[in-house]
């Protein structure tokens, strides 16, 4: 169902129930990603999204309500169930609704396309030999990945007041897990942009945080307290 005819709907609900004041939120996403573990595709999801919330004044008191299958009866019934909800508000703080800005900012459309899944495993596929590429201490259980989706939203109110907006985002990350032979940690780097142009920078810097010099200060720290437990221990004996 498109935007214009939701906007329809629930004007003409909210005028049958005698309401005046309202306001709605409208978003609609969609999200798709994939990981690598070694060098297979260990997991891979897509999802989708939508969700609508009505806020209204009844009375002098909020009344609000969402839903998230997007049909005529369930719009129409999302408008009563505000309506409703509205008698059960103790507050007496004077209920509001924003008419909005006289004037807005006039932003572009951005242009997004959102990668195939078959582009999307190749992507973190590449980010995982990527890894193990950056050092030899880079083991077996590091985990890379990626993703992406774009998100849509309306707002609109009784006012006159209509906003829209949408965009597009990738993320990618790389969780190496690093070892000098005694000791092993992890770590990880995320990155949320418009573009994967920064693989190389995600990679080098989830392995730098963990290089073999730190996990040796770990495991030189380690066996510090470990002697000086043993240090105290005979220490109290002795005073025995």
């Given at each position: 169902?498109k935007?214009?005819?939701i906007?329809?709907?629930?004007?003409?609900?909210?005028l049958?129930a005698g309401?005046?004041d309202?306001d709605?939120?409208?978003?609609?996403?969609?999200d798709?990603?994939?990981e690598?573990?070694?060098?297979?595709?260990s997991g891979?999801?897509?999802s989708d999204?939508?969700?609508?919330?009505?806020?209204?004044?009844?009375?002098?008191?909020?009344?609000?309500?969402s839903?998230?299958?997007i049909t005529?009866d369930?719009?129409?019934?999302?408008v009563?169930?505000?309506?409703?909800?509205?008698q059960?508000?103790?507050?007496d703080?004077e209920?509001i609704i924003?008419k909005?800005?006289?004037?807005?900012a006039?932003i572009?459309p951005?242009s997004?396309?959102?990668p195939s899944a078959g582009?999307l495993?190749?992507i973190?596929?590449?980010?995982?030999k990527?890894?193990?590429?950056?050092s030899?201490k880079v083991i077996d259980?590091?985990?890379?990945g990626?993703?992406a989706?774009?998100?849509?939203?309306h707002?609109?109110n009784?006012?006159?007041?209509?906003?829209h907006?949408s965009a597009g985002?990738?993320?990618?990350?790389?969780?190496p897990?690093?070892s000098?032979?005694q000791?092993?940690?992890d770590?990880?780097?995320v990155?949320?942009?418009r573009?994967?142009?920064?693989?190389?920078a995600v990679v080098k810097?989830a392995?730098?945080?963990?290089?073999?010099h730190e996990?040796?200060?770990l495991y030189r720290?380690?066996l510090?307290?470990?002697l000086?437990e043993?240090?105290?221990?005979?220490?109290?004996?002795?005073v025995?």
């Open positions: 169902m935007f214009t005819e906007k329809q709907i629930l004007s003409d609900a909210a049958s309401i005046t309202f709605v939120y409208y978003s609609v996403s969609s798709i990603s994939a690598a573990l070694k060098d297979e595709i891979f999801s897509s999204a939508i969700g609508i919330g009505f806020r209204c004044i009844v009375n002098g008191k909020f009344g609000q309500a839903c998230e299958h005529k369930e719009l129409e019934s999302l009563l169930r505000a309506a409703e909800n509205a059960y508000i103790e507050s703080d209920a924003f909005g800005s006289e004037q807005y006039d572009p951005e997004f396309e959102v582009e495993k190749d973190a596929l590449d980010i995982q990527r890894t193990y590429g950056t030899d259980g590091t985990q890379c990626c993703g989706g774009n998100v849509e939203i707002m609109f009784s006012y006159g007041l209509e906003l907006k985002f990738v993320n990618y990350y790389s969780f897990v690093v000098d032979g000791e092993t940690e770590s990880g780097e990155k949320m942009s573009n994967f142009s920064e693989i190389d810097k392995v730098d945080r963990m290089t073999p996990i040796f200060a720290s380690s510090e307290e470990k000086e043993i240090f105290l221990k005979i220490s109290a004996e002795e025995m």
